[in-house]
Nanobody, 116 residues
């Protein structure tokens, strides 16, 4: 089993920045994808961005140029740096990991609220 622990959510003003972290623990061998999803009130969970094998990073169009995902494999940690935040970025942000065998794991989520 893989446990994902997010931290760093909170309240920020529009135009501000916030950084999230996610540490993976447990049976982490075989994880090749780590990243972030988000779910706004009344909406489906959507991709923010994912990092594959510590090399390739893919972002949703809505966050390109504003959000940056980085990954420290030695610390089993993935980060999400969010800049130029706006009200549409308000959501619960979930850390995600996927192993080579296709198993998916989710964190409990951390709330990000952007005030206008």
């Amino acid at each position: 089993q893989v446990h994902l622990a997010e931290s760093g959510g909170g309240l920020v003003q529009s135009g501000g920045s916030l950084s999230l972290s996610c540490v993976a623990s447990g049976t982490i061998a075989g994880i090749n994808v780590m990243g972030w999803y988000r779910q706004a009130p009344g909406k489906q969970r959507e991709l923010v961005g994912i990092n594959t094998s510590g090399t390739t990073t893919t972002y949703a169009n809505s966050v390109k140029g504003r959000f940056t995902i980085s990954r420290d494999s030695a610390k089993n940690t993935v980060y999400l740096q969010m800049n130029s935040l706006n009200a549409e970025d308000t959501a619960v942000y979930y850390c995600h990991a996927r192993k080579y065998n296709g198993f998916n794991y989710w964190g409990q989520g951390t709330q990000v609220t952007v005030s206008s």
